[in-house]
């Protein structure tokens, strides 16, 4: 399950995002503030998954809260305007609702939601089954992982993803430019969980490819291919198998 809190200063505006998150038996409400005050003190002992936050309330707003909203919570802002959306979107937010909230869009921010809770099941325990996962993380999720060396997690987004290469315990990941390549505490089979396979490739032991990115094959010696990708991601040097596998994908051989 999926906890969540709901906080507006309107009784009616939590009543209609409970009825309309009743939808999603995967959403478990696990508490509703009227204030900013009633938020921070919910927070001082309760970690929820999501926060589906207002903005504009008396006293201090929504944003004043995002100080005390827990790292491991997921902010969706839900509001009258789409006025503040730049400020919200800057602040990290996983989401920004319209009030009257559609129905049709807040099941796209559960599926974000469910995503992103996914992939910090993975993060928080190595031993999560891949069953609970491979079927919820699509191209456009984002998963939380620790940087190596560092306790603080960094959020991805699948679709910056354009290869990965193994190094033990850890994994370079290179994402499209400007953000070059990160090395994260995480084995490539945490990546084999977590990643859609009908996106992206293993090719060979080391590496995961996601196919759509790759731009061009340069040949440079029987051991040594060099792969070139779209949006400047750093290149990718390959050994003869890899090279040969990642080719056999890309024709429709494999």
């Known amino acids: 399950m999926i906890s969540a809190l ?3 200063d309107e009784p009616r505006a939590n009543e209609m995002m409970r009825k309309l998150l009743a939808a999603h038996a995967e959403i478990e409400i696990v508490g509703v ?13 309760t970690t929820p998954d999501v926060v589906f936050l207002d903005i504009d309330m008396p006293g201090d707003s929504g944003l004043d809260l995002l100080v005390s909203v827990p790292d491991a919570t997921q902010v969706v802002f ?12 800057a602040a990290a937010a996983l989401d920004y609702l319209v009030k009257p909230v559609d129905p049709e869009r807040l099941a796209n921010t559960v599926a974000r939601v469910r995503r992103q809770a996914a992939g910090k099941r ?13 079927e919820v993380l699509g191209l456009d999720a984002a998963v939380s992982l620790p940087l190596a060396g560092k306790t603080t997690l960094s959020v ?10 193994s190094l033990r315990n850890y994994t370079r990941v290179a994402l499209k430019s400007p953000q070059g390549v990160l090395l994260y505490g995480r084995r490539l089979s945490h990546w084999d969980t977590i ?20 731009d061009q094959i340069e040949w440079k010696s029987r051991n040594e291919t060099v792969v070139t990708f ?10 003869r198998v890899a090279a040969k596998r990642l080719r056999e994908i890309l024709t429709g051989e494999s």
């Open 6 to 8: 709901l906080v507006d």
């Open 33 to 45: 503030a009227e204030n900013v005050a009633e938020a921070r003190s919910f927070f001082a002992t």
């Open 78 to 89: 839900v509001t009258a305007s789409d006025k503040h959306a730049v400020r919200a979107f």
């Open 122 to 134: 993975v993060a928080d325990d190595p031993d999560t089954d891949e069953a609970d996962v491979a």
């Open 156 to 165: 991805v987004n699948v679709s910056d993803i354009c290869w990965i290469e």
């Open 195 to 214: 990643l859609p396979t009908d996106v992206f490739a293993r090719v060979g032991r080391s590496h995961i490819v996601q196919v759509a990115t790759v």
């Open 230 to 239: 779209e949006e400047g991601a750093a290149p990718l040097t390959l050994g």
